[in-house]
T-cell receptor, first 112, second 119 residues
Framework: QKEVEQNSGPLSVPEGAIASLNCTYS??????FFWYRQYSGKSPELIMFIYSNGDKEDGRFTAQLNKASQYVSLLIRDSQPSDSATYLCAVTNAGNNRKLIWGLGTSLAVNP | GAVVSQHPSRVICKSGTSVKIECRSLDFQATTMFWYRQFPKKSLMLMAT?????????EQGVEKDKFLINHASLTLSTLTVTSAHPEDSSFYIC???????????????FGAGTRLSVL
């Protein structure tokens, strides 16, 4: 059973639109939640992290966490073609050496 | 922001050669570093957790004698692929977790990766 689930996509949005990426997790003990962006052939790059319920905004990015429903989402406003990448959701919990449990990623394509 | 340097970025070697990959945290201390591998169009796969001053913890199915990990200081971990074979060809990526919790807990910062091609 997968512990972190994401729609694989591809999610296609027009330039300037809002892209909404979703992630659910199975472990209620999860404490830290991350969104990474990975371009093809490159390593992951941290986009956002969130620890508490609610919204966290950073520039065009907003992370939303709902622990009761066990989901975390990422909104990208004013999407640009350069945002086209795979977005990886990852969570950690108190045990397990606090390693990241990864989703398989959602491929996002922003069309000019 | 936190920077993790990984070297070399690309290695092409003959079968049977051992290859050493270095991962350094440049502006923070990392008690724990992680080693991943990724095949084309596949997800990240954690190979092992590297702890400074102690033995690495390997994930199930990863041969510890094949993939030697040394974490001798708070800023350096190395992965040695011993007697590499073509099936070891992959993208190897390290990450480091900031021990000082500067900016947030549990955050892993990634190196740029090493693309290994074994002929």
């Amino acid at each position: 059973q997968k512990e972190v689930e994401q729609n694989s996509g591809p999610l296609s949005v027009p330039e300037g639109a809002i892209a909404s990426l979703n992630c659910t997790y199975s472990d209620r003990g999860s404490q830290s939640f991350f969104w990474y962006r990975q371009y093809s052939g490159k390593s992951p790059e941290l986009i956002m992290f969130i620890y508490s319920n609610g919204d966290k905004e950073d520039g065009r990015f907003t992370a939303q966490l709902n622990k009761a429903s066990q989901y975390v989402s990422l909104l990208i406003r004013d999407s640009q073609p350069s945002d086209s990448a795979t977005y990886l959701c990852a969570v950690t919990n108190a045990g397990n050496n606090r390693k990241l449990i990864w989703g398989l990623g959602t491929s996002l394509a922003v069309n000019p | 922001g936190a920077v993790v340097s990984q070297h070399p970025s690309r290695v092409i070697c003959k079968s049977g050669t051992s290859v050493k990959i270095e991962c350094r945290s440049l502006d923070f201390q990392a008690t724990t570093m992680f080693w991943y591998r990724q095949f084309p169009k596949k997800s990240l796969m954690l190979m092992a957790t590297s702890n400074e001053g102690s033995k690495a913890t390997y994930e199930q199915g990863v041969e510890k004698d094949k993939f030697l990990i040394n974490h001798a200081s708070l800023t350096l971990s190395t992965l040695t692929v011993t007697s590499a074979h073509p099936e070891d060809s992959s993208f190897y990526i390290c990450s480091a977790r900031d021990s000082g919790l500067a900016g947030g807990r549990d955050i892993q910062y990634f190196g740029a990766g090493t693309r290994l091609s074994v002929l």
